[in-house]
């Protein structure tokens, strides 16, 4: 059974920047891409980065696109997030989760399965 554990999120001020981090367990992780999505409270999860299974190929949403950067080592079995420029509206839940598929030019909500229980990021002064 895959699992999968975020941590490295916080309360940071605006302009911050903190980095997440996923270790997936149970999966030979290098066969599958991997995807980042946050909650704010009250809302519906957004996919925010993806990342293909040899980390050659990523996706971001265009709100945290030049802000946020997705890598991943597979040799640790762990996906990144590093998060520069925070601002307030940054403040969510962050999960990682596990792709269907390798590869895929696009990426959207559906081509995830398995996810984390995420970390909480703040970003208040």
């Known amino acids: 059974q895959v699992q999968l554990v975020e941590s490295g999120g916080g309360l940071v001020q605006p302009g911050g920047s903190l980095t997440l981090s996923c270790v997936v367990s149970?999966?030979?992780?290098?066969?599958?891409?991997m995807g980042w999505f946050r909650q704010p409270p009250g809302k519906a999860p957004d996919l925010i980065a993806a990342?293909?299974?040899?980390?050659?190929?990523?996706q971001y949403l265009d709100s945290v696109k030049g802000r946020f950067t997705v890598t991943r080592d597979n040799s640790k079995s762990t996906v990144f997030l590093q998060m520069n420029s925070l601002k307030p509206d940054d403040t969510a839940r962050y999960y990682c989760?596990?792709?269907?598929?390798?590869?895929?030019?696009?990426?959207?909500?559906?081509?995830?399965?398995?996810w984390g229980r995420g970390t909480q990021v703040t970003v208040s002064s």
């Open positions: 990342i293909n299974w040899s980390g050659n190929r990523t």
């Open positions: 989760a596990v792709s269907y598929y390798r590869d895929n030019s696009y990426y959207t909500e559906a081509d995830f399965g398995s």
């Open positions: 149970g999966r030979t992780f290098s066969n599958y891409a």
